[in-house]
Nanobody, 125 residues
Framework: QVQLVESGGGLVQAGASLRLSCAASGRTFSIYAMGWFRQGPGKEREFVSAITLSGGRTYYADSVKGRFTISTDNGKNSVYLQMNSLKPEDTAVYYC??????????????????WGQGTQVTVSS
């Protein structure tokens, strides 16, 4: 079992920055990759970013590329999402997820095995 807890969400104005954190506990040695997804009001959950824990390979949705940066700590028990130049369309609940099996498609939400409870990000115009 892997437990994931997100933090760092909040209400900010357009153009501001936020840093989301996701702390993993439990069988963290079994995690292959961690990702961030988001679900805006009336929208389906969508991929934001992912990182492989061994090679540090990163993936981004086109909508956040150049504005968001994903990273992990040295112990690889936490993953971060630095979000800069936030836009109102970034408003969503952001979820952290852990993938254990080495999926070939980290942009695909069903590939992930464990999910956090989510943290709300609201960007006002």
């Amino acid at each position: 079992q892997v437990q994931l807890v997100e933090s760092g969400g909040g209400l900010v104005q357009a153009g501001a920055s936020l840093r989301l954190s996701c702390a993993a506990s439990g069988r963290t040695f079994s995690i292959y990759a961690m990702g961030w997804f988001r679900q805006g009001p009336g929208k389906e959950r969508e991929f934001v970013s992912a990182i492989t824990l061994s090679g540090g390979r990163t993936y981004y949705a086109d909508s956040v590329k150049g504005r968001f940066t994903i990273s992990t700590d040295n112990g690889k028990n936490s993953v971060y999402l630095q979000m800069n130049s936030l836009k109102p369309e970034d408003t969503a609940v952001y979820y952290c997820a852990a993938e254990l099996d080495g999926s070939y498609n980290l942009k695909y939400s069903p590939a992930y095995d464990y999910w956090g409870q989510g943290t709300q990000v609201t960007v006002s115009s």
